[in-house]
């Protein structure tokens, strides 16, 4: 850390702090004259409703949940201490918790790439072209934004039911139809498609991203006789590289914990083909109502996640392009 | 002139490829809607049509009347209490809070926004079932003030892009206002506030999406069918064992998503720079 130079004035290190604009700065120089007491305990006023909420709403529960992975636990009666039991129960005797894994690890190992792969396709058309962009990225946007939308998930159960749309445009063409729900080859298909159709948001920021790119940097390239297909890898994707590591991390978050599709489209089922992991937590805690176990299930998908995403930072070191 | 006419034909191919993909993406919304005035009968003869034979709008009437004797003004009545209370809680504190970060120089600072950096990155499925054991401690189960308290503690995503908008606003007005006689309260309240209304705009509206289509929280919150919102009676309205009224039942579920609609046509362009400079989830 460069500190600021004792001997300037207090003026001259304000309009410095001011220059370095919209990043995470909290670069101080002596820490003892920039906070006062009354600035400490402004700041602590301002921001009490985040630390109450903190400590209440998530140190505290995240901690009792790691406690009571520990235990056999109920809503009612007491919990009673098991160490490692849920852990070992889950691990060694519990098929279900394999195959929620084996779906939610297909379901978000091709759903999260098919939509980032969408949205970075569309937001490169887009770039292209110069007319009618907005009316464009409106109309491609609009799934994305009704498809958190529990009405959606109905849609799409009817869509691709038996006499569903899905089937009749099939049939009407001459292709034969199939039980696309009643199938537990193809029913995690049709909420990997419903994941990829919301390919709005990534599109957005992606195309954020490549509007970002200074021109001249095309420019220059021209003139050294790059052709587009260089331009692409060359300029385009290490340009892009910051916004798709941001991207591809709250997409793989939002992938494992996929939830309501599951739940309303297929339940999990047909044949536990679609239970993703969520869903299946979902069951142990409100329907058998095994908290212990239930939380044993959560950390086990925090740890994942944590991993994940730290392999995912770590990684992009070597593949992340900062430009300044 | 042949540039010309090479230049216009690639430009007509292009809209061509992107007009013909727009509507296969938009076709399940389109065909939702159009079921949605479809007698029964017809829903699912020729399924995959677009427009009904015969127009019948009668669906929202009969859907409206909801189930068990609960109609839908009640569940959009409770939507909008969840909504609105909710909104306005965390639209509020979250504003506070980036001030204080974005502003204010305080021991610890650092260690508290990184805290919140990962917060934003936690699920609230991972604190669910802890949450619910305490408010079950609280008996607070069957209320809403398990899906609307949270809030008030601020939304990290909001603080983030609040934060954002305040870094852009020259110290030197602060300054100037504190020389003026203002506190840093005062600040807050008459200087950055107003500045930053397009960011409490922005977070105002995904807030909104966010309450609206909130369908877990409410699953396991609630229990009598009075206090449901749309999402969860929408749910039990459309059970595939429980149906018979095909038609209103695509009308009642197209009728939730003209809320989240109307507010993107009206707003786009808030939800579209929140989305590209914050990262915001649609």
Request: charge should be positive.
């Amino acid at each position: 850390m460069k500190q600021i130079n004792d001997e300037t004035s207090p003026l001259e290190k304000t309009l410095k702090s001011n220059q370095k604009g919209p990043k995470f700065n909290f670069k101080r120089t002596k820490k003892k004259k920039m906070e006062s007491g009354y600035e400490n305990g402004m700041g602590y006023l301002f921001i009490s409703p985040f630390i109450i909420g903190t400590v209440a709403l998530t140190l505290f529960p995240i901690l009792y949940s790691l406690y009571l992975s520990f235990n056999e636990a109920n809503l009612v009666g007491g919990n009673t201490w098991i160490g490692l039991g849920n852990y070992k129960e889950m691990f060694t005797s519990d098929p279900m918790f394999w195959k929620a894994m084996e779906v939610t690890f297909l379901y978000a190992g091709t759903a999260v790439p098919i939509r980032l792969v969408f949205a970075l396709l569309v937001a490169l058309a887009l770039n292209k072209v110069v007319e009618m962009v907005g009316v464009y990225r409106t109309l491609l946007y609009l799934p994305s934004i009704v498809g958190g939308s529990i009405g959606v998930s109905i849609m799409w159960r009817q869509l691709f039911g038996n006499d569903g749309a899905f089937n009749g445009v099939l049939s009407s063409v001459g292709l034969p139809t199939h039980s696309w729900l009643g199938d537990p080859g193809t029913a995690i298909w049709t909420l990997v498609v419903l994941y990829g159709w919301q390919f709005g948001s990534s599109m957005l920021i992606f195309l954020a991203g490549l509007r970002n790119i200074p021109r001249t940097y095309y420019e220059a390239s021209e003139v050294d006789g790059a052709r587009p297909i260089q331009q692409f890898f060359k300029i385009t994707v290490p340009m892009l590289t910051p916004v798709i590591l941001f991207n591809t991390i709250m997409q793989v978050i939002q992938g494992f914990m996929a939830f309501t599709p599951s739940f309303v489209i297929t339940n999990g089922g047909p044949m536990n083909s679609t239970l993703l992991y969520v869903l299946y937590m979902y069951k142990q805690a409100f329907q058998f109502f095994s908290m212990g176990y239930a939380s044993a299930l959560a950390w086990v998908m925090l740890l994942i996640i944590a991993i994940f995403t730290a392999l995912i930072f770590k990684s992009s070191e070597r593949w992340v392009h900062y430009d300044n | 002139m042949e540039y010309k006419t090479k230049k216009k034909i690639k430009k007509i191919t292009q809209h061509l490829v992107l007009g013909t993909f727009t509507l296969i993406m938009l076709y399940p919304l389109v065909w939702m809607l159009g079921s949605s005035f479809k007698e029964s009968s017809e829903v699912f003869v020729d399924a995959h049509a677009i427009f009904p034979e015969s127009w019948k709008f009668s669906n929202y009437v009969e859907g409206w009347e909801g189930f068990a004797g609960i109609t839908f003004t009640t569940f959009y009545k409770n939507t909008f209490i969840i909504v609105i209370i909710s909104t306005v809680g965390s639209i509020f504190s979250s504003a506070l809070i980036a001030y204080g970060f974005a502003r204010i120089p305080f021991r610890g600072k650092k260690l508290w926004f990184v805290i919140m950096m990962l917060t934003m990155m936690l699920p609230f499925e991972m604190t669910m079932i802890p949450q619910y054991i305490m408010f079950n401690w609280f008996g607070w189960i069957d209320t809403y003030l398990p899906l609307i308290l949270p809030t008030f503690f601020g939304i990290p995503f909001f603080i983030f892009l609040i934060m954002q908008f305040i870094r852009t606003i020259p110290k030197e007005l602060d300054q100037a206002a504190r020389i003026d006689g203002c506190n840093t309260f005062s600040i807050f309240t008459r200087i950055i506030l107003p500045l930053v209304v397009p960011a409490l705009m922005t977070s105002a509206i995904f807030s909104f999406y966010w309450r609206w289509d909130d369908f877990m929280a409410p699953l396991i919150y609630l229990q009598t069918p009075e206090k449901y919102p749309v999402s969860l009676a929408l749910k039990l309205f459309s059970d595939p064992e429980a149906v018979t009224n095909w038609g209103a039942m695509f009308a009642m579920t197209s009728l939730s998503l003209l809320p989240i609609i109307v507010i993107f046509f009206i707003f786009q362009r808030y939800i579209v720079e929140g989305i590209s400079t914050s990262g915001l989830k649609g």
